[in-house]
């Protein structure tokens, strides 16, 4: 067991994904057979679940109707990569698997934490994302590194059947967005040749600011799904998949924003007017919201 990480092996059963050789990327129509092979009965219960939870955690539409604009945004100077990205479980796992000069497909890639970590061994970067901004980010650090990128806009699986299979394909912190989550990991399994390295919080990624609304809104937020239900529907899919838990220590530190931009971000995902600001701030700072958080790497290699 690595040090630092608490791990979770189950064996589950085993079904037989459709993959296509030569560097063939699979349809959506491919996937779509490969979901129905693969769902039993409990699985069906644990991907409706995810379903159920994550709509849980929808804005209610009085709180909603009044925020003067948009809770749900993703800037992308939160997610520039610096010079040297500290080492991770979650990287160690990956890079395990990379041979010399392979290549890694990622998944939701913002401006390219996950798979710049993996260079080297890695030579080759495939990125996914829905924003443009986010890949011009990727392809500025990708330069810097030297190494070749290629770059796909639009969502996943949509895209899947234009991105090309990888030796490595990571995800990091992007399941808790997806609600039809089985096809996802389908589709990631699908492009990978060695290993397939989920990233996610324990816990769903905005529940640090669960204290926030019920101090500006008085509403109780969700606890649920988790990175252990995430888990068990990888299981029940077919992989046999690794559950590592570990404290992100860098986490709080990852990006360094001025305090009025970290102020600003927190107000809009809380859909609070301008003037409440000052309130705000000093909410963060009773929080602490730099402490490092509890994070999951749920991880397993391709059947051949």
């Avoid at 769902?39 to 991907?47: F, G, K």
């Avoid at 009044?66 to 990205?85: G, L, N």
């Avoid at 089985?182 to 397939?196: D, E, M, S, Y």
């Amino acid at each position: 067991m690595r040090q630092g990480c608490r791990r979770f092996v189950v064996k589950p059963f085993r079904v037989n994904l459709i993959r296509l050789c030569h560097g063939h990327t699979l349809a959506a129509s491919v996937v779509a057979m490969d979901m129905s092979r693969a769902v039993t009965s409990a699985t069906d219960d644990l991907l409706e679940q995810w379903r159920s939870d994550l709509a849980s955690w929808a804005i209610p539409e009085e709180i909603l109707s009044q925020a003067p604009e948009s809770p749900w945004i993703h800037p992308v100077s939160m997610f520039t990569v610096d010079d040297e990205i500290p080492d991770s479980h979650s990287h160690r796992v990956a890079r395990e698997a990379m041979p010399a000069g392979g290549s890694v497909l990622d998944v939701g890639s913002g401006g390219g934490r996950a798979s710049m970590a993996l260079v080297p061994p890695s030579t080759i970067l495939v990125a996914v994302d829905h924003q443009q901004g986010m890949l011009d980010a990727f392809a500025v650090a990708a330069e810097h590194r030297r190494v070749e990128s290629q770059l796909f806009l639009g969502d996943w699986p949509d895209v899947a059947a234009a991105v090309p299979v990888c030796d490595v394909v990571v995800c990091h912190h992007v399941a808790y967005n997806v609600s039809e989550i089985g096809p996802f990991l389908l589709a990631l399994n699908a492009h990978a040749r060695i290993r397939v390295v989920l990233e996610v919080p324990q816990h769903h990624p905005i529940s640090n600011m669960n204290p926030l609304w019920k101090q500006f809104w008085d509403l109780d937020r969700p606890t649920r799904p988790t990175a252990q239900d995430l888990a068990e529907i990888a299981r029940g899919l077919g992989f046999d998949a690794h559950l590592d838990l570990w404290e992100d220590a860098t986490w709080g530190a990852r990006v360094t924003l001025p305090d009025d931009e970290r102020v600003r971000f927190a107000r809009i995902r809380l859909c609070l007017t301008e003037d409440r600001d000052a309130e705000v701030a000093a909410a963060l700072i009773a929080q602490a919201d730099a402490a490092p958080r509890a994070v999951a790497t749920i991880w397993w290699d391709v059947s051949s």
